[in-house]
């Protein structure tokens, strides 16, 4: 059989319905504007990265499909403007990097006729950033970045900006899994060391035996098996920047006395040495203990108790932090796709239950909670994907929830204490507002959809929102 070749000056007819099968199958986003910015078409990816329908989009404004958050800065107006095609870099509402091109069509009189966009997630980074060193200090950024809009939390933020650029001591109190590492990460960040080492210690995960050598060092001969030509130790490979003794509660009272010498006066002495030993660190520790139960039972000494808690950051459970759960998902769902090459949407019912969970292992606990979910989930992550066990006490906290909400009910209602204790019918409604408020917005991030939701006016959803997400930045109207 001969086949023949096609003339490369030979014009292909392609069909309208086979041209949006060709668009439908790109991995990337392809979405066109007319003249006056309305959609006119969106591809499938259009639809996987968003969780939107096309019907829901085409013949809508760009501006008011950009008022849903779904990316930001908006591309549109640089291309209106400049009427030439622009490369720029957005980041999509799940906090994913994106890049994006628009191009205009223009008519004979060079005015636009349609605008096609083109939105690409740089899995190849190198595409976009030649250097290897760019690239992870890149993903470096990315990975420390602290997602919160919890009062508290964003308190404690403040305080680590505060004290950033002193060399007093922090101790990070907080549940395992909260992100005490984290947060003294982004301290040594911010700090004036952070072109110097940042040092992670675990202090529960050095056997007792060798923790003095580990940090301190030791001499040639200093005891049996030691190094021939002597160790430095943990504390001065850190010289210049900062160390994190997470655990600090497991270092033997021993360790303690040499460790309240550093911090006093910068200087130690090797384990088998006479030499005193300058050092130039900054001391971040961490514990999940309550540290001055344990100065009472004299398991911890009281000077070095002190001493490391010149500032004290307290992080809160992740079940007192209910509104970062959702925004907290996004982000290690983003993180996860990234690292599995995949591209995995959530159920709107899957978010509902990782919303109303109680996550005793508080942050690690979600995470892998989403890794898991990740790699084990078809397109979409759906409720036959989570775990009986967490949908079971997910149903019996409900419970236990509509129990306690119908006894506070029946409290109020309760007139006879009246007298003596009376109810203010302000503040129960605010309560029920609040609670309602939160929800809503975990759940729809978009102040347009609480207020449908909640039958009321969008401007008053925005207030409401910001009344009791007081420390938002920004806010998708």
């Not at 969780?51 to 499909?65: A, F, P, T």
Request: proline letters at 4%; a negative charge; hydrophobic letters at 35%.
């Amino acid at each position: 059989m001969v086949h023949q070749s096609l003339n490369p000056e030979e014009k292909i007819s392609i069909s309208t319905d086979v041209l949006i099968k060709i668009l439908d199958h790109s991995p990337n986003e392809i979405y066109v504007l007319d003249r006056d910015t309305r959609i006119v078409y969106a591809n499938k990816a259009y639809e996987r990265h968003y969780g939107v329908k096309q019907s829901e989009i085409i013949g809508k404004l760009n501006d008011e499909i950009f008022s849903k958050g779904y990316w930001t800065p908006s591309i549109v107006p640089l291309v209106l403007k400049e009427k030439k095609s622009i490369t720029i870099k957005q980041t999509s509402y799940v906090g994913k990097e994106l890049i994006t091109t628009a191009i205009p069509l223009l008519n004979d009189d060079q005015e636009i006729e349609l605008i096609i966009t083109t939105t690409q997630e740089p899995d190849y980074k190198e595409l976009y950033f030649p250097e290897e060193q760019e690239i992870e200090e890149v993903s470096e950024v990315y990975r420390e970045k602290i997602i919160t809009n919890n009062k508290k939390m964003n308190h404690v933020i403040q305080l680590c900006e505060k004290v950033s650029h002193v060399d007093t001591t922090v101790l990070i109190q907080g549940e395992s899994g909260t992100g005490k590492g984290v947060l003294a990460k982004y301290i040594h960040k911010v700090s004036n060391r952070s072109h110097a080492p940042f040092l992670s210690i675990n202090c529960a995960a050095i056997p007792e035996p060798l923790l003095e050598s580990e940090l301190f060092g030791y001499e040639e001969g200093a005891f049996t098996g030691a190094n021939k030509s002597g160790k430095e130790g943990l504390l001065m490979a850190a010289n210049g920047g900062t160390v994190f003794l997470d655990e600090i509660g497991e270092l033997p009272l021993r360790v303690q006395a040499k460790l309240l010498q550093v911090i006093q006066d910068f200087e130690f002495i090797p384990v088998g040495s006479k030499r005193v030993r300058k050092v130039d660190i900054r001391i971040v520790s961490a514990t999940n203990q309550n540290l001055f139960d344990m100065v009472q039972e004299k398991q911890f000494r009281e000077d070095l108790y002190y001493r490391l808690h010149v500032v004290n950051l307290h992080i809160p459970p992740l079940r007192e932090r209910k509104e970062d759960i959702i925004p907290l998902v996004y982000h290690f769902l983003s993180v996860f796709n990234k690292k599995y090459r995949l591209n995995r949407l959530i159920s709107q019912e899957v978010l509902d239950i990782l919303y109303q969970f109680s996550w005793p292992g508080n942050i690690r606990q979600l995470e892998n909670m989403v890794e898991s979910l990740v790699v084990t989930s078809g397109p979409i992550i759906q409720l036959s994907d989570v775990p009986t066990s967490l949908m079971e006490q997910v149903k019996q906290r409900t419970d236990q929830g509509k129990s306690t909400y119908n006894a506070k009910l029946n409290s109020y209602m309760d007139f006879s204490h009246t007298a003596d204790h009376p109810v203010s019918l302000d503040s129960v409604i605010e309560e029920v507002e609040k609670e309602l408020i939160i929800k809503s917005y975990a759940r729809y991030r978009n102040t347009r959809k609480v207020a449908d939701q909640l039958l009321i006016s969008q401007s008053k959803a925005a207030r409401l929102v910001r009344k009791y997400y007081k420390n938002i930045e920004t806010m998708t109207d």
